[in-house]
Antibody, heavy 121, light 109 residues
Framework: QVQLVESGGGVVQPGRSLRLSCAAS????????MHWVRQAPGMGLEWVAV????????YYGDSVRGRFTISRDDSKNTLYLQMNSLRPEDTAVYYC??????????????WGQGTLVTVSS | ECVLTQSPGTLSLSPGEGATLSCRAS???????LAWYQQKPGQAPRLIIY???SRATGIPDRFSGSGSGTDFTLTISSLEPEDFAVYYC??????????FGQGTRLEIK
């Protein structure tokens, strides 16, 4: 069965960096676009970024563009999110999610359980 | 910017009743570009409806989606106890970006 497992969250000071990982299993990872979506405590969902199935295209939400970088390593079946210049408003649970359509962005058919990032001094 | 506005913010109903959740877009959205998700406390969201009216795998037929243009609806025909949750609509048709509505909380009356 499809599994997505995020890791790398934690407490980080404003201005610092953090890298999240998402380990995928149960499907052919290299065939699917992948996303990061976040949810601040008690708030709604916010799309962060998407990467094409072959890594050729990436798109970002306005609030993270220029600070965050999405990437993938198909040899490791792993998705990454490099987060730089972190701000308190980046505090959220970060989910990785699979996009079932080859030409992203579309929608999310499988989600991980999320990893919490807290940006605080 | 593509904004989705959901209404009502909170819906209080009893098991067995029907529920109608609304999602309005600030500009026209293709019917292939609208999805709905269910989220329960402490859990990741779950896909319910994609392409405005197609049920995701394993979703019971009491859930249905409809709409076009700027107005979309998620209908639950007869509420089961496990249906009480927060529901989000999501669009993916605006300039290679994705936006979510702010959510509708469906609570037990």
């Amino acid at each position: 069965q499809v599994q997505l497992v995020e890791s790398g969250g934690g407490v980080v000071q404003p201005g610092r960096s953090l890298r999240l990982s998402c380990a995928a299993s149960g499907f052919t990872f290299s065939n699917y676009p992948m996303h990061w979506v976040r949810q601040a405590p008690g708030m709604g969902l916010e799309w962060v970024a998407v990467i094409a199935f072959d890594g050729s295209l990436t798109y970002y939400g306005d609030s993270v563009r220029g600070r965050f970088t999405i990437s993938r390593d198909d040899s490791k079946n792993t998705l990454y999110l490099q987060m730089n210049s972190l701000r308190p408003e980046d505090t959220a649970v970060y989910y990785c999610a699979r996009d079932p359509v080859i030409a992203p962005p579309d929608y999310f058919d499988y989600w991980g359980q999320g990893t919490l990032v807290t940006v605080s001094s | 910017e593509c904004v989705l506005t959901q209404s009502p913010g909170t819906l209080s109903l009893s098991p067995g009743e029907g529920a109608t959740l609304s999602c309005r877009a600030s500009q026209s959205v293709s019917t292939t570009s609208l999805a709905w998700y269910q989220q329960k406390p402490g859990q990741a969201p779950r896909l319910i409806i994609y392409a405005a009216s197609s049920r995701a795998t394993g979703i019971p037929d009491r859930f249905s989606g409809s709409g076009s243009g700027t107005d979309f609806t998620l209908t639950i025909s007869s509420l089961e106890p496990e249906d009480f949750a927060v529901y989000y609509c999501q669009q993916h048709g605006c300039s290679h970006s994705i936006t979510f509505g702010q959510g509708t909380r469906l609570e037990i009356k």
